[in-house]
């Protein structure tokens, strides 16, 4: 009987290492995809849209259009790492000074603030679901690191700055241009570039369409921040 057993216990463990592999390789290949293949939408997109007809029986609109990396300003780009992530030309996926100041604040009495870089909200972005809960974040590093090593740095943030919620129902910032700017997002400035970032760590709350004073002084410590990377020549590391 201990000898069935165990043969049933080999057999299961050798069909969840299977299992394993095949869903890892699948999510390397996609992964590989999208490095050349533009994503046409997201999982945060996808979210957004089931919830919205659950909610109300009706599809929201989901505003959203690709735009590429050339089209792209070069202050709206340094606008978003200075908001979000400054090292990230320098780290692979993970910012290990971030991790520690927040376990640092964490302890000290402090909330247990996020500490995200941009790649990560890439990866749960384009591949996952909103929470929390340890499975998501477990699956977040894994796509983390297959995004960094099969990535540029320039297509992260190409990625990204094409899928981030930048409104209610708005997505990426050739979308968020035309609706809140009226114009192509290769025509805004440092200015605006500035408020668009300010408004990533929760668009739902901070409006692009009618900016509160905290916006305004988030907007004003960015454009502080771009200043204090060096400008525009801080792309040059990616």
Known sequence: MAAKRKRRTGTLMHRVAIAMAVCMSASALLVGLFRWVDPPTSAFMIEHWVAGRLASGRAPEVHHEWTDWSSIPPAVKLAVIAAEDQRFPRHRGFDAVEIRRALQQHLEGGRLRGASTITQQTAKNLFLWSGRDPLRKGLEAWFTLLIEGLWSKERI???????AQLGPDTFGVGAASWRYFDRPV????AQ??????????NPNVYRL????T??????AWIRGQMSRLGGI?????L
């Open 209 to 212: 369409d009618a900016p509160s």
């Open 157 to 163: 943030l190409e990625v990204y700055l094409n899928i």
């Open 192 to 201: 605006d570039a500035a408020l668009i970032a300010a408004v990533l760590p």
């Open 186 to 189: 290769v025509a805004l400035d």
């Open 214 to 219: 905290s916006v305004r002084r988030r907007e």
């Open 233 to 237: 020549a801080y792309l040059n590391a």
